[in-house]
């Protein structure tokens, strides 16, 4: 059985940084795609970030040289290290894995098999 656990939120001051980890257990990462979705209230739940088993990455382009994903296979964790954070990143952060995602649908949520079970990020001076 696969399960993710994410870990590393908190509450960060604008400018400030976090690191969130997605430890994946039951199947090694390198044959998944794994993305970051976040959550904010009264908005629909967005793909943030996402790399694929081919270790290519994508970011949507509010967090484009802000954020970075990426994976450890030996530790069988996906990371993403956040910078220059700002009041709009709080949400609730997701991580999600699943196979063979095309890369046209690697930002759709319904794609993903398995999801963590979130994590508060709040920035906030």
């Known amino acids: 059985q696969v399960q993710l656990v994410e870990s590393g939120g908190g509450v960060a001051q604008p400018g400030g940084s976090l690191r969130l980890a997605c430890e994946v257990s039951?199947?090694?990462?390198?044959?998944?795609?794994v993305g970051w979705f976040r959550q904010a209230p009264g908005k629909e739940r967005e793909c943030v970030a996402v790399?694929?088993?081919?270790?290519?990455?994508w970011y949507t382009d509010s967090v484009k040289g802000r954020f970075t994903i990426s994976k450890d296979n030996s530790k069988n964790t996906v990371y993403l290290q956040m910078n220059s954070l700002k009041p709009e990143d709080t949400a609730v952060y997701y991580c999600?894995?699943?196979?063979?995602?095309?890369?046209?649908?690697?930002?759709?949520?319904?794609?993903?098999?398995?999801w963590g079970q979130g994590t508060q990020v709040t920035v906030s001076s």
């Open positions: 039951g199947r090694p990462i390198r044959t998944y795609t």
């Open positions: 999600a894995a699943g196979s063979g995602i095309i890369s046209s649908s690697m930002t759709n949520a319904r794609h993903y098999d398995y």
């Open positions: 790399v694929r088993h081919t270790s290519t990455t």
